[in-house]
Structures are given as C-alpha cells and as structure tokens.
C-alpha cells in the first residue's frame, strides 16, 4: 500500500499568515480581523514557525511526522481562538488547516473549477440562482493577481519576511505561489458549496462534469468534499 503524504498545508498557512508582506491579502483566504487581533495573530504565527522549524535554515529539512503537523495545527487552533473573535473567519481558517487526504485531489477540482467558472456563470442548463451564487462570489472573494502577488512576496524586505523567504531558498515565492494555485481556487470552492443545497450541488457538480469534459474531451473525475458529494448522507 503506497505511503499517503502528509497533509502540510497547515505549515504553509502558518508561514504565510506570519509574514508582513501578506497582511493586505489576508482576505482572498477568506479571513479578516482588525489590525489589533491581526497582530496577534501574526506574531503567534512567527512563534509557531520558530517551533515548527526548531532552528532548521531549510523548510524541507524539519521534522514533517503526524505527531509534529498535529501540534502545530493544534497551536495554530489555540492562536485563532486567542486571537480572532470573527466566527466566520475561525470556520475559513479550520477549512485551510484542517486535516485533509483527499487535499490534493479536491485541490485540483478546485483549480479546474475556477477555469471554467464563467462558462458556467453563462451555463443555460443551470438554474438561475445557482448562477447568480456563481457570479457574486466574484464580489464576495477579491482575487488577487498572481504576478502581484509574486512581487509582493519577492520584494518584501523586513527581517521576518526574508527568514521566511530564505527557508525555501529555490522557491523564493513558494508561499505566493501556494495562494495562486492551491489556496484560492480551494477558498472560492469552499465559499460557493456553502451557499447551496445538497440538491443545487448535485446539479452543479452534473454540469461542471460535463462543461469540464466537453472542453478536455476525456472523461474526468473530481473530488467534493465528502459531505458535500452528489448522493451523499
């Protein structure tokens, strides 16, 4: 039986929420707070990275056990309770840090979901409103421009922000890249199937399956999250 990775978006979050560059964009992950509970926030961050990578100079070469990933998200849970008072933004925060195997599978439904979501705003066999929830979650979650953010990350000068930067010396803007093709596809995903009914999924899930294989022409297989697959109880 072939070895499941472990699930270490919890370290990326954390890495990414400690920095001074990304305190502007904290929003495409669908997390607010004002600037006093930020701060705490971010500064708990930069802790729980100081413990995480335990006076390792590269990301790559910390402790990545179970035991390890579990404490951090367990102190990055204790931070957020600390910390953020937003209901809403604590839920979106479990939703990123949460542990999840089927991540990288429901990653990259969520990647081809936001490729095709105009063409199912325009989708005629859809029903109204679940267009209309399509379209307003352009408004709802800002997206942000991923060579923006690339700069953003690339440039920032502060000693934080280049002790971070340096754990990933080859991927110098490894954390704007996880937001531009992990994070926000997966934020805006999440955002839009709490929205509907079990019914209204089902019938999303039937026309992204089709508009999807249409535009590849091969059969495709996705990953919903568990409770919101179509059939499920």
């Excluded at 102190?75 to 990123?96: G, P, W």
């Excluded at 379209?135 to 923006?148: F, I, Y």
Aim: some cysteine.
């Amino acid at each position: 039986m072939a070895k499941i990775r472990p699930d270490i978006v919890v370290d990326e979050v954390v890495m990414l929420l400690s920095t001074d560059w990304f305190t502007p964009y904290w929003h495409v992950l669908g997390i607010s707070a004002p600037e006093k509970q930020r701060k705490c926030f971010q500064s708990g961050c930069r802790e729980i990275v100081k413990r995480m990578v335990d006076g390792a100079s590269d990301y790559y070469h910390i402790n990545f056990s179970e035991k390890r990933i579990e404490r951090t998200r367990n102190d990055a849970r204790k931070l957020a309770t600390n910390c953020i008072v937003h209901q809403a933004s604590s839920f979106n925060l479990e939703e990123l840090i949460g542990s999840n195997p089927c991540r990288e599978e429901f990653n990259r439904t969520a990647w081809l979901f936001q490729s095709l979501i105009d063409t199912l705003v325009g989708d005629a066999k859809l029903d109204a409103e679940i267009r209309r929830i399509l379209e307003n979650s352009r408004h709802e979650l800002t997206q942000v421009d991923s060579g923006e953010l690339a700069s953003a990350c690339s440039r920032a000068d502060s000693v934080w922000d280049k002790f971070v930067r340096g754990l990933t010396p080859e991927l110098p803007t490894s954390l704007s890249d996880f937001v531009s093709t992990d994070l926000a596809a997966n934020v805006r995903l999440n955002h839009i199937l709490k929205r509907l009914t079990q019914s209204q999924k089902d019938s999303l899930f039937s026309r992204f399956r089709a508009v999807a294989e249409s535009v590849s022409g091969v059969d495709v297989d996705f990953t919903w999250p568990a409770s919101d697959f179509p059939g499920s109880t």
